[in-house]
């Protein structure tokens, strides 16, 4: 199987506190965008090994790996061993707010279940997404959009008839997201920058990790201003935990050339893309 293993965009974050676990509690929307990662999977029958490359080096192809983690996560909850070879395309950038490495683990979840039969029901496999990580069980449903609740791995398909023109600038370094949780309590609003809902036909869109982020990496609320300062520009915000900014234009030419705007202003050093969400 060949399959696209798409990046997303949290069109809102809402943080609510911290929970006793240590996580914390949020609201999120998550709308999968047209472009990702490509996942290429052969089920190579019975045997135990794991023959897994990347095309981009700096990704780990050990255990670390979240695909793999969903792969061994599959296999102890049915009880199914199997040899396999897995391919992966690299394109989503890592450390970026766009859900690479949980899109990864979910495809290839998906693929291994279809694979050997489909062992597990979508319910099933939702218990063992949300057990690899937060963002994992959205990507598993048929929706281009979905609500999370809980630390966000508690998912519900949302109706979300739009297909918006989307620019993605990821800055050269990406933000842990524990970090960003951890600053979230004691930060503080960088006078002059936006932080508040911006009010759009398909929702209010607002980040609440903007605020520790912003706080340290003073790039991203400069590129969040000069974004807003273009009239086609319908609202900007940073996705997931960053480090990647991203605006909401009215058309694709539109989304084209501010991307082409956005290169000249961020430097070669930064990754900029013209995309579209998903249908």
Known sequence: MTLLSPAKINLSLRVLGKRPD??????????????????????????????????????????????????????????????WRIHLEKRIPHGAGLGGGSSNAATLLRAANDLTGSPLSLPQLLEVAAQIGSDVPCFLLDSPAADGTGRGEIVQPAAFPHRLPVVLIKPPFPIPTPWAYKQWAGSKEIPGVLYA??????????????????????????????????????AALMSGSGSTMFAITDTDGQAAELAEKARAWCGETSWTLATRTAA
């Open 197 to 234: 809902p911006q009010l759009c036909e398909w929702g209010a869109m607002v980040n609440d990790l903007e605020r520790p982020v912003f706080q340290k990496y003073l790039l991203l609320p400069a590129l969040k201003s000069w974004l807003l300062e273009h009239g086609e520009v319908r």
């Open 22 to 83: 240590g996580f914390h509690e949020i609201e999120t929307r998550l709308v999968r965008l047209a472009f990702g990662d490509t996942v290429e999977v052969e089920h190579l029958g019975a045997g135990t090994h794991v023959a897994f490359t990347c095309s981009d080096p700096t990704v780990p192809s050990d255990e670390s790996n979240l695909a793999l983690k969903a792969l061994r996560a599959f296999e102890s909850r049915t009880g199914l061993t199997s040899s």
